[in-house]
């Protein structure tokens, strides 16, 4: 035994290491069993949602056209607010009813649904007068053209 060096340090069984799982397991389970929580207890437990839509809040809508338009909203209580959503811009929808305004003259295409794969096309380029579209509580894509709609 006098052929060791006094200063070395022996080496580590690395089957003796404990804590390592643990370790992991804090650091990527935990916080993934509180996401899977806090989506499941939302599903579950009916909140005060404004919207009355399949998930909790009401959607968002980006502008994906090269036009300003104007988001109408209503409430539980008629209340009305009107936003302008810039091109390129995305905002969160925020009633129980939520519109764009299609002036005489443009197109509106919304790509809307769960995964907005939903397309829908509201042509008024030959009609005399403009409407309001309604979009659902998943929000949508909306391209806001002057003009006909494209292909």
Aim: aromatic share 4%; proline share 7%; hydrophobic share 40%.
């Amino acid at each position: 035994m006098a052929d060791r060096d006094r200063s070395a340090v022996r080496a580590r069984d690395p089957g003796t290491d404990r804590g390592h799982r643990g370790r992991t397991f804090a650091l990527f389970g935990l916080p993934l069993l509180v996401v899977a929580g806090v989506l499941a207890v939302s599903l579950v437990i009916p909140g005060s949602n404004i919207c009355g839509g399949p998930v909790p809040g009401c959607g968002n809508l980006r502008n994906a056209g090269p036009v300003p338009m104007d988001i109408q909203a209503a409430g539980g209580t008629a209340d009305v607010g009107t936003v302008t959503v810039q091109p390129r811009e995305r905002v969160l929808l925020f009633g129980t009813v939520s519109e764009v305004r299609v002036d005489a003259g443009q197109c509106l295409i919304v790509a809307g649904g769960a995964f907005w794969n939903a397309r829908t096309d509201i042509d008024r380029v030959a009609e005399p007068t403009g409407l309001w579209h309604a979009i659902d509580d998943w929000g949508a894509r909306v391209h806001l053209l002057d003009g006909p709609c494209l292909e």
